[in-house]
C-alpha cells in the first residue's frame, strides 16, 4: 500500500486516481515525442479538492504534472519515465462558472474545453476570441498554463491578455483567489502574469475570468496566391492600413505545409496548390460591426490594391460561412498532416515581421546546405510575427533516424540564426522538457537568474512540474 495513493483516494475518491489499465491519454504526448510512466491520474472535482491533493503531496514530497487537454507541443504535460510522478488532471473541472454581460467577461473552470467556452459565450451574445486548432481538446488552464496564441492575436492578443483574474492553488497548497474581474489593479506584483504562461511550474491554475467581446456581425476569408514572402510582409501591410482593426486573421503557408494537406488529406481541397507562381499562401480574415456589403467592399478594395501592386499573384474570397470553414479547415489541419508525415522537429519561433523574409532566405540556405534535401513546413501567425518553421526529414528518409542525427544540429542552426534577427525561440508554445536545455543559450542570465529565484520563492520544494521551464 501507498500512503500518498491512500491520501488521495480519500481526498478525491478512489475512481478518480488512476493507477491501472491503458493510460497512454495522459502518459503520452500529442506528437509522440515522450512516454512517460504516471504513478497515478488524479482528477480532482473541485477547487477544495485540488488544494488537498497539492497539500498531500507536498507532505510526501511527490512531484506533480498539471495537465489539461494534453495537446502540449513542447512535451509540457506528461510525466517523467520513473514512475513517481502524479498527473493532476483537471478534466473534471469543466463548468463555465458565470457569464457577467456588465463587465463583458466570463468565469469559468481551468478544466473547461476551449470549444465549450466559446459555445457558452456565443449562447451568451458574446465572442470568445481565443481560437486555435486544438481548441475541441485543449482546456483553459493549459491555454493559461502556456499562455496561447493562435489565429485571432492579431486582433485580440493571447491568452495573457485575454485574462483579467486568475484562482490559482499554490505549490503550499493555499488557493489564491485572483477572480476579481477588474480591469484596472495596480495593488503591487501582477500575480497574474506571474502564473499564465509559467507552464504548470508555480501553480495550478483552477479557474479564471477571461474578457468577453462583442460578436462581429460579419466575418469574411479570402484565400491569396502570393511570389514570395516578402509579397506576405507587404501585403499585411496594406491589410492593417486597409482593414484595420477588422482585421482578425492573417495566416502564412508554405507550399509545402500545403503539399502535406493535400497528401494526406485529399478530400480538402487547397487553392492553389501546387502552383508554381504560388510558393505562399495566405489567408486573411476581416470582421465587421457593420454590413456584409461594407466588410466585401473593403475586402474586395484590399484584394484589387494587391493584385495591382504585385502583392499578390491571386485570391478568392469564400462566398459562404461554410467556404470560409473550409479554407480555415485546411490551414489548421497542417499540424495534423505534418504529423502524419511522420516524426518532425518543430521551431515555434517569433522575429521581428520586418525581417522574416530574411530570416527564411538565411535560414533556408543554411539548412539546405548542411542537409541536402531537408523539407521545411514553414507555416503561421505572419501577423504576429509567429512563424512554425519545422523541419521534417529529406523525402523517403526514416523520421525516427533524422531525430536522433539531426535534431540537436537542426535546433542549434535554427536558434543560432532566430537569435541573429532579433526572435524569440517560443512564440505561443513554451518551454516544456523539449527547450528546457535550451533556454540557458538564448536567454540573458539576467532573466534566468530571475526566473529561478521566482521559482524558488513559490516553489522551493520543486514539486510542480520539475523539469520543465527552467531547471532547479
Ligand atoms: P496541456 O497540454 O495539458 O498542458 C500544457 C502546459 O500547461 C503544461 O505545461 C501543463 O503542465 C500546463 N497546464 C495545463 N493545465 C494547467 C493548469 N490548470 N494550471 C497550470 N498549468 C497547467 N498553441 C498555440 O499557442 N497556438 C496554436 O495555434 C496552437 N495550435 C495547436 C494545434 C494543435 C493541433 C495542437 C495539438 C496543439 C496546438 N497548440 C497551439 C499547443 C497547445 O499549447 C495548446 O493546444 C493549448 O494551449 C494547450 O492546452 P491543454 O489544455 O492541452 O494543455
Ligand atoms: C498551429 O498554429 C499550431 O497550427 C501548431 O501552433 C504548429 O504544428 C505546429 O508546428
Ligand atoms: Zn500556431
Avoid at 491533493?53 to 509540457?76: E, L
Avoid at 485574462?163 to 497548497?173: D, H, K
Avoid at 523541419?391 to 535546433?411: K, S
Amino acid at each position: 500500500m501507498n500512503p500518498l495513493l491512500d491520501a488521495l483516494r480519500r481526498i478525491v475518491g478512489a475512481n478518480h486516481v488512476l493507477t491501472d489499465g491503458d493510460l497512454s491519454a495522459y502518459e503520452q504526448d500529442w506528437r509522440k515525442r515522450a512516454r512517460g510512466k504516471a504513478l497515478a491520474v488524479v482528477r480532482p472535482g473541485n477547487t477544495s479538492e485540488v488544494a488537498a491533493v497539492v497539500k498531500a503531496c507536498a507532505q510526501a514530497g511527490a512531484s506533480i504534472v498539471p495537465q489539461g487537454g494534453n495537446t502540449s507541443m513542447v512535451v509540457g504535460a506528461v510525466p517523467d519515465a520513473s514512475g513517481t510522478q502524479l498527473v493532476l488532471s483537471l478534466q473534471r473541472m469543466n463548468t463555465v462558472r458565470a457569464v457577467d454581460a456588465a463587465n463583458l467577461t466570463v468565469t469559468a473552470d481551468a478544466g473547461c474545453v476551449l470549444q465549450n467556452l466559446q459555445e457558452a459565450a456565443d449562447r451568451a451574445g458574446y465572442l470568445f476570441p481565443l481560437s486555435l486548432a486544438a481548441e475541441g481538446s485543449c482546456t483553459i488552464g493549459g491555454n493559461l498554463g502556456t499562455n496561447a496564441g493562435g489565429t485571432q492575436v492579431v486582433r485580440y492578443g493571447n491568452a495573457r491578455d485575454l485574462c483579467l483574474g486568475l484562482e490559482v492553488v499554490t505549490a503550499q497548497g493555499e488557493v489564491w483567489d485572483g477572480l476579481s474581474g477588474l480591469r484596472k489593479d495596480n495593488t503591487g506584483y501582477d500575480l497574474r502574469d506571474l502564473f499564465i504562461g509559467s507552464e504548470g511550474t508555480l501553480g495550478i491554475i483552477t479557474a479564471a475570468t477571461l474578457k468577453l467581446y462583442p460578436r462581429p456581425t460579419v466575418r469574411l476569408t479570402a484565400w491569396a496566391a502570393l511570389p514570395s514572402l516578402d509579397a506576405a510582409v507587404a501585403l499585411l501591410g496594406l491589410a492593417h492600413t486597409h482593414l484595420g482593426a477588422g482585421l482578425t486573421g492573417f495566416e502564412v503557408m508554405g507550399q509545402f505545409a500545403l503539399s502535406l494537406v493535400g497528401r494526406h488529406m485529399p478530400q480538402l481541397r487547397v487553392p492553389f496548390l501546387g502552383n508554381p507562381a504560388a510558393p505562399y499562401c495566405v489567408l486573411i480574415e476581416n470582421s465587421d460591426h457593420e454590413s456584409e456589403a461594407h466588410a466585401r467592399a473593403q475586402f474586395e478594395r484590399l484584394l484589387e490594391l494587391a493584385l495591382a501592386q504585385g502583392c499578390a499573384s491571386d485570391a478568392v474570397v469564400a462566398e459562404s460561412l461554410a467556404q470560409a470553414r473550409q479554407l480555415w479547415h485546411i490551414r489548421e489541419s497542417i499540424p495534423l498532416a505534418q504529423a502524419e508525415e511522420g516524426l518532425n522537429i518543430k521551431h515555434d519561433i517569433s522575429i521581428p515581421v520586418s525581417r522574416i523574409p530574411a530570416f527564411c532566405a538565411t535560414t533556408d540556405a543554411l539548412l539546405q546546405r548542411e542537409i541536402p534535401g531537408v523539407r521545411l513546413v514553414n507555416f503561421g501567425h505572419l501577423g504576429d510575427g509567429n512563424l512554425h518553421y519545422n523541419v521534417q526529414a529529406p523525402e523517403g528518409g526514416d523520421a525516427a533516424a533524422f531525430l536522433r542525427d539531426r535534431e540537436a544540429q537542426v535546433n542549434t542552426l535554427v536558434f543560432d540564426s532566430v537569435l541573429a534577427f532579433g526572435g524569440s525561440i517560443s512564440a505561443e508554445h513554451g518551454i516544456g522538457s523539449l527547450k528546457v536545455d535550451k533556454l540557458p543559450h538564448y536567454k540573458s542570465p539576467v532573466a534566468l537568474g530571475l526566473m529561478r529565484a521566482i521559482k524558488q520563492a513559490l516553489d522551493p520544494q520543486g514539486i510542480l512540474n520539475p523539469g520543465r521551464v527552467v531547471r532547479g
